[in-house]
């Protein structure tokens, strides 16, 4: 089958989008923040990746300028959280739509963390979170230049934590951290086997010098 997705949300004459189904799965950011007036709010993001690793940026878009996207804007900080299995319900709580200034954290029954580098609390469970700075936002247009009232925030990571539970022998262990990930429709997938291979430039044997091994 063919279709064009700008013909409508039915051109694929589906009962059910199959779009973000495809594009599966995807890294849940699960981004904490303070408003101007230092409330804090707390929400996840499917659209959400790590874009760069040197210097670390990861980038997250909000279809609307959502409370935790329009904080980002306000403030130029925000803080990514790993969402995990054990925190699936209190993850999928904070996506409720409460009222702008109520606490997502205290709905969720989590429990704020201070962070070092920037003023946002990260989740005390999360297994491991990421402090970041905003680089630089956007509204995204479409191709004929109108706006979609799509935003993109970029981010540099300034201050990572670490649960060190799940540093296993010297690297960060995400089927023990039970990491998720958002798929297509209502579903969700968890990371439960690894497998790890070379690639052709790495000469056929892991060294100091490896990618993601130094």
Same mark, same amino acid.
């Given at each position: 089958?063919?279709?064009?997705?700008?013909?409508?949300?039915?051109?694929?004459? *589906?009962?059910?989008?199959? =779009?973000?189904?495809?594009?599966?799965?995807?890294?849940?950011?699960?981004?904490?923040?303070?408003?101007?007036?230092?409330?804090?709010? =707390?929400?996840?993001?499917?659209?959400?990746?790590?874009?760069?690793?040197?210097?670390?940026?990861?980038?997250?878009?909000?279809?609307? *300028?959502?409370?935790?996207?329009?904080?980002?804007?306000?403030?130029? #900080?925000?803080?990514?959280? *790993?969402?995990?299995?054990? =925190?699936?319900?209190?993850?999928?709580?904070?996506?409720?739509?409460?009222? #702008?200034?109520?606490? #997502?954290?205290?709905?969720?029954?989590?429990?704020?963390?201070?962070?070092?580098?920037?003023?946002?609390?990260?989740?005390?469970?999360?297994?491991?979170?990421? #402090?970041?700075?905003?680089?630089?936002?956007?509204?995204?247009?479409? *191709?004929?230049?109108?706006?979609?009232?799509?935003?993109?925030?970029?981010?540099? @990571?300034?201050?990572?934590?670490?649960?060190?539970?799940?540093?296993?022998?010297?690297?960060?262990?995400?089927?023990?951290?039970?990491?998720?990930?958002?798929?297509?429709?209502?579903?969700?997938?968890?990371?439960?086997?690894?497998?790890?291979?070379?690639?052709?430039?790495?000469?056929? @044997?892991?060294?100091?010098?490896?990618?993601?091994?130094?």
């Amino acid at each position: 089958m063919f279709y064009k997705p700008g013909d409508g949300r039915k051109s694929h004459g *589906l009962p059910f989008d199959p =779009l973000k189904a495809i594009v599966a799965p995807r890294p849940i950011g699960w981004m904490s923040t303070l408003d101007a007036a230092g409330r804090p709010n =707390l929400a996840p993001y499917s659209f959400f990746n790590l874009v760069q690793g040197y210097p670390p940026i990861m980038v997250f878009g909000s279809e609307g *300028l959502k409370h935790s996207a329009a904080n980002a804007v306000a403030t130029g #900080e925000f803080v990514f959280n *790993l969402a995990t299995r054990p =925190l699936f319900e209190a993850m999928n709580t904070s996506s409720g739509a409460l009222p #702008e200034g109520e606490n #997502e954290f205290d709905a969720a029954g989590l429990t704020m963390a201070p962070c070092h580098l920037v003023r946002a609390p990260r989740v005390a469970e999360s297994p491991a979170s990421m #402090e970041c700075k905003v680089l630089q936002w956007m509204e995204l247009h479409d *191709l004929d230049g109108k706006p979609t009232d799509g935003f993109m925030i970029i981010g540099q @990571v300034v201050g990572i934590h670490i649960d060190e539970r799940y540093i296993i022998e010297g690297r960060f262990d995400a089927v023990a951290a039970q990491s998720i990930a958002r798929c297509g429709y209502r579903d969700y997938a968890q990371v439960t086997e690894m497998f790890e291979a070379l690639r052709p430039t790495d000469g056929g @044997v892991f060294t100091t010098t490896t990618s993601d091994r130094t």
